[in-house]
Nanobody, 127 residues
Framework: QVQLVDSGGGLVQAGDSLTLSCAVSGRIDNWYTMAWFRQAPGKEREIVADITLSDSRTSYAESVRGRFSISWDDAKKTGYLQMNGLESDDTAVYYC????????????????????WGQGTQVTVSS
């Protein structure tokens, strides 16, 4: 198990940029995948982006592709979500998550497949 602490949210204007951080403690290895999810009021939690720690493969939701960038700093054991060109529809609570499977690269868009979560950080974009 690992512990995740996400941070960096805030109130910004449309078009602004923001970077979220996810500090990880505990035993994390290259079989982990890190993801960012978000949940807007009244909506289901949805995946925004993920990155495999073994080879840094990334994937993005269609709604954020080209605007958001996910990364992992192994030395700092910290993940990041760089968000550019923010829109009002990006307003949500953002959560980082991590999951692994033994000897298999794990990837899933379902939040139910992830067992390690940050506490969430609010991002509000005013138009």
């Amino acid at each position: 198990q690992v512990q995740l602490v996400d941070s960096g949210g805030g109130l910004v204007q449309a078009g602004d940029s923001l970077t979220l951080s996810c500090a990880v403690s505990g035993r994390i290895d290259n079989w982990y995948t890190m993801a960012w999810f978000r949940q807007a009021p009244g909506k289901e939690r949805e995946i925004v982006a993920d990155i495999t720690l073994s080879d840094s493969r990334t994937s993005y939701a269609e709604s954020v592709r080209g605007r958001f960038s996910i990364s992992w700093d192994d030395a700092k054991k910290t993940g990041y979500l760089q968000m550019n060109g923010l829109e009002s529809d990006d307003t949500a609570v953002y959560y980082c998550a991590a999951e692994r499977r033994d000897s298999v690269t794990f990837r899933s868009p379902s939040p139910f497949e992830y067992s390690n979560w940050g506490q969430g950080t609010q991002v509000t974009v005013s138009s």
